[in-house]
């Protein structure tokens, strides 16, 4: 057992997270794919916790910058209490992703994908001897290829059907689930509506 991982931080994160029984204090890392609000918005409650509820050290993974968009974040949300009272305890750690790393335990590798024009980090993680693509925010390209590529699981986004500006469509995520037939896919970020192997809110799965 590595310890425990959370993928992105859309809102609302904390309430979710009690709401499936998981501890929001048992967090050894956090991998950012990109700083986009609907990735990003559901952590500074969940801060909030690992500074007055549970201080246990806690380590961010993101693209270059993630220490100044986070902290500029944390200081949006808190006000002058944010530098004052609140960042002395918090035990945290920043770490720019880099082609292979390790945070917390996890060794991963980073896959640089296509989305709009700020790009967006996928990773490759392996967890208890599995290995776990994900991919955030990502364009049916190339380099999402990469990224699932002999994946156990691969999470990645698909967004709604036919053409959608800087994401992948459902027809393209049916195409890539046929391109790997080996791996389990789990496809989220949909806007509305379903597709095969769509993961629902607060779905807890076993692999
Ligand atoms: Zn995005």
Redesign the pocket.
Known sequence: MNGRLLLDGGAPLLPHMQRVGVDPGAIDAVFLT?F?G??TLGLPTFVLHRVFVDDRPLTFVGPEGVEERLEALWDVSWGPDWKRVMRPKFKVTYQTATPMGSAAGFDYETIRLD??S?G?NGYRIKVNGRLLAYS??TEATAPLDALVEGADVAIVEATGPGDVF??MSWESAADLKRRHPKTRFMFNHLYSGTLEDAATDLQVIEV
Do not use: C, L, R
């Open positions: 990109h986009h609907d990735h989305h709009g700020s967006s955030g925010d800087s994401h």
